[in-house]
């Protein structure tokens, strides 16, 4: 079975700059999760999506951050315009219940901001 | 109320030994308690999880202890190897929802 699979693993931008990270979770998995990891911190919950739909986005930034999954599969997440404290590993993980149990991560996508 | 208080920040821990690390909650609404594992440049990876209607898990070497009334639950790692060294993280959630994690445990143990 394939994991949650992230693109692109790294990335590099200058503040002010907008950046997007996509996901595809596990076939068949209908809840979605973005986590934001800063170094040395535990995973922080943005969004969680069931199918396509947004169950919490209580933690989202707003007015910076977006954050969509079509077709209740594949998703985007999106910030613009960065900041320096953006910098961190953004995760993306999928559960097969629609409580959240069971979580698999993909492998993050490592955010820099200069 | 939201938080989920781990300890230590790190641990040394010869091979063969017993690792233990502890967390506390304070939301009494939590009812799911995971620990996660996660190596450098990987994402967490689900260990082992508990429900409050047990107070022992057991899968293999991990171990997870929990206390309702106290609101604590630890996870013990017996026969500790090399290969456990990894950063670990309990969590918590209302029914899966809205899951907490704690700031983590970085493992180091020693051949």
């Known amino acids: 079975e394939a994991g949650v699979a992230q693109s692109p693993r790294y990335k590099i931008i200058e503040k002010r700059q907008s950046v997007a990270f996509w996901c595809n979770p596990i076939?068949?998995?209908?809840?979605l999760y973005w986590y934001q990891q800063i170094l040395g911190q535990g995973p922080k919950l943005l969004i969680q999506?069931?199918?396509?739909?947004?169950?919490?986005d209580s933690q989202l930034p707003k007015d910076r951050f977006s954050a969509e999954r079509l077709k209740g599969v594949d998703s985007t997440l999106k910030i613009q315009p960065a900041k320096l404290e953006d910098s961190a590993v953004y995760l993306c993980?999928?559960?097969?219940?629609?409580?959240?149990?069971?979580?698999?991560f993909g492998p993050g996508t490592r955010l820099t901001v200069t | 109320q939201q938080q989920v208080k781990q300890s230590p920040q790190s641990l040394i821990v010869q091979k063969g030994g017993i690792s233990i690390i502890n967390c506390a909650y304070e939301?009494?609404?939590?009812?799911?308690f995971p620990w996660y594992q996660q190596f450098p440049g990987k994402g967490p990876a689900l260990l082992i999880a508990?429900?409050?209607?047990?107070s022992e898990k057991k899968e293999g070497r991990f171990t997870i202890s929990f206390n309702k009334s106290a609101k604590q639950f630890s996870l013990h790692i017996m026969d500790s190897q090399p290969g456990d060294s990894a950063t670990y993280f309990c969590?918590?959630?209302?029914?899966?929802?809205?899951?907490?994690f704690g700031a983590g445990t970085r493992l180091f143990v020693k051949a």
């Open positions: 993980a999928s559960s097969l219940s629609p409580e959240g149990y069971e979580q698999y």
């Open positions: 076939s068949g998995h209908a809840t």
């Open positions: 999506f069931q199918n396509n739909g947004v169950v919490d």
């Open positions: 939301n009494t609404a939590f009812d799911y």
């Open positions: 508990i429900r409050p209607d047990v």
């Open positions: 969590a918590a959630s209302p029914g899966g929802f809205k899951t907490i």
